[in-house]
């Protein structure tokens, strides 16, 4: 199965290379592809922030994985996005900082995402899958259904709302608004954000004057109390806000990106319909690696050093396009196919790699298999004829809409 697009569009140049490049979202396998085949590491001449240009990117598998196992010489302390917004204004911690600080605070946070407790987890995720199902299907009942609107991205904040900080879904209707906000129109950012960093900070303040220290609020709260670590309430704020939304827009296009796929597809639908655990869970992957929903990430180098033969320089900045990565023939044979049973699929880099592999990725894994198995249980499960779905330019890759038909 291949997604790559057939066009006559002409290949980008790697010096005009950028992640949000309407000819790259427009194209993108093609072109992402074309400039790893061509350019494994290179420098691309635009924006990297709203002031700053010249970056170097790394495409190839092997250099990506090493750039993100290597903190002390690609650092994230200076910023982590594909396009840096201004830190000054939001931090995004613990991602965007090095050890030790970023060593203590995932130590606190970890107990959320060990396995055990993603296991515990498990009931609610299928509860509020079942809860989804089932709403689509009632509007499907007379024509078609946007499950991307109704279900991919609904999951992921009601698991974390509901699960991770105790919340009820019929009390947070306005956050999630504000994600579809910052979704569908992030220009208006700066007209939703404040509301919900000043939630952050009053949840946080109700969980110190409760003394409770029993969901991950409460710990963030405590974050500085005597655990050696230094933290003001700003960036306990930015703690709490980042795994809000750390697990928000990534999830939800990988969800979005995995359901596309099923309804294009009725014989994938009846393989994983069939699937034991040990093949769902490679398929997982598989849709992981293969969709990319994170495609890069920013780093800034800390030393001179050269890297796939490009001499990088002490605060340079550096793009890993982990989306190239994971389709590089010589880590992945035939690479642009969705093989469910392929041997080596866990080792792609959809959660980046190295210390700051992304805390959720337990999660988002078992988000996506529920939804897996529940759309492959349907019988029906169809994309509406003719339609070709739109990809936003973001940070998170993901088709924007999937009208489907839906039936038990």
Same mark, same amino acid.
């Given at each position: ?6 066009? %006559? +569009?002409?290949f980008i140049e790697p010096s005009e290379f950028h992640i949000f490049d309407p000819r790259v979202v ?14 494994? &590491? ?12 010249? @970056? ?8 990506? +994985? ?9 650092s994230s302390a200076n910023g982590a996005a594909p396009v840096q917004f201004d830190l000054d204004i ?32 498990? *009931?609610? $995720?299928? %509860?509020? &899958? ?10 499907? #009942? ?13 999951? *992921?904040?009601? &698991? ?6 105790? +919340? ?14 910052? =979704? ?12 919900? =960093?000043?939630?952050? #900070? ?21 974050? /500085? ?32 990106? $995995?359901? @596309? $796929? ?15 655990? %040990? =093949? ?6 598989e849709f992981l690696r293969h969709a990319s929903p994170v495609t890069g990430a920013g780093r800034t180098?800390?030393?001179?050093? %050269? ?10 900045? &550096? ?11 010589? +880590?992945?044979?035939? *690479? ?12 792609? $880099? ?9 805390? /959720? ?48």
């Amino acid at each position: 199965m291949s997604t790559s697009a057939e066009t %006559e +569009q002409p290949f980008i140049e790697p010096s005009e290379f950028h992640i949000f490049d309407p000819r790259v979202v427009e194209d993108f396998w093609r072109q992402v592809n074309h400039l790893r085949n061509t350019c494994p &590491v290179g420098w691309s001449d635009q924006l990297w922030s709203d002031y700053d240009s010249g @970056y170097w990117f790394i495409n190839d598998f092997a250099n990506a +994985q090493k750039a993100g196992a290597n903190w002390r010489l690609f650092s994230s302390a200076n910023g982590a996005a594909p396009v840096q917004f201004d830190l000054d204004i939001m931090r995004m911690i613990p991602l965007e900082t090095d050890p030790p600080m970023h060593r203590d605070i995932r130590k606190a946070l970890n107990p959320f995402f060990t396995q055990e407790a993603m296991s515990a987890q498990e *009931p609610r $995720v299928a %509860e509020i &899958v079942e809860r989804l199902m089932e709403r689509c299907l009632a509007q499907a #009942a007379d024509g078609t259904v946007d499950f991307i609107a109704e279900f991919t991205r609904r999951l *992921p904040p009601l &698991v974390f709302f509901e699960g991770f900080l105790g +919340q009820k879904e019929e009390d947070i209707d306005w956050i999630l608004e504000v994600l579809e906000v910052l =979704l569908a129109a992030p220009e208006r950012a700066l007209e939703v954000v404040p509301r919900l =960093l000043f939630w952050d #900070a009053e949840l946080l303040e109700s969980r110190r004057a409760e003394g409770r220290r029993d969901d991950m609020a409460g710990i963030i709260a405590h974050l /500085g109390d005597a655990d050696g670590l230094e933290l003001d309430e700003r960036e306990r704020v930015e703690t709490l806000n980042l795994m809000m939304m750390a697990g928000m827009e990534t999830t939800m296009g990988g969800l979005a990106s $995995v359901a @596309y $796929v099923l309804a294009e597809s009725p014989d994938a639908r009846k393989l994983l319909r069939d699937a034991d655990d %040990e =093949l769902l869970d490679s398929a997982v992957d598989e849709f992981l690696r293969h969709a990319s929903p994170v495609t890069g990430a920013g780093r800034t180098m800390t030393e001179d050093a %050269e890297v796939g033969g490009c001499p990088m320089k002490a605060g340079d900045r &550096v793009l890993i396009n982990w989306a190239a990565a994971n389709h590089d023939p010589a +880590q992945f044979e035939n *690479p642009d196919e969705l093989i469910f049973d392929r041997e080596n699929a866990a080792s792609h $880099v959809a959660f980046g790699a190295g210390i700051h592999r992304c805390l /959720g990725n337990h999660l988002a894994r078992r988000e996506v298999k529920a939804m897996i198995r529940a759309v492959c249980n349907l019988s029906t499960f169809d994309m509406e004829p003719g339609f070709t779905p739109s990809f936003r330019a973001s940070m998170a890759r993901g088709p924007l809409s999937l009208p489907v038909r839906m039936a038990r």
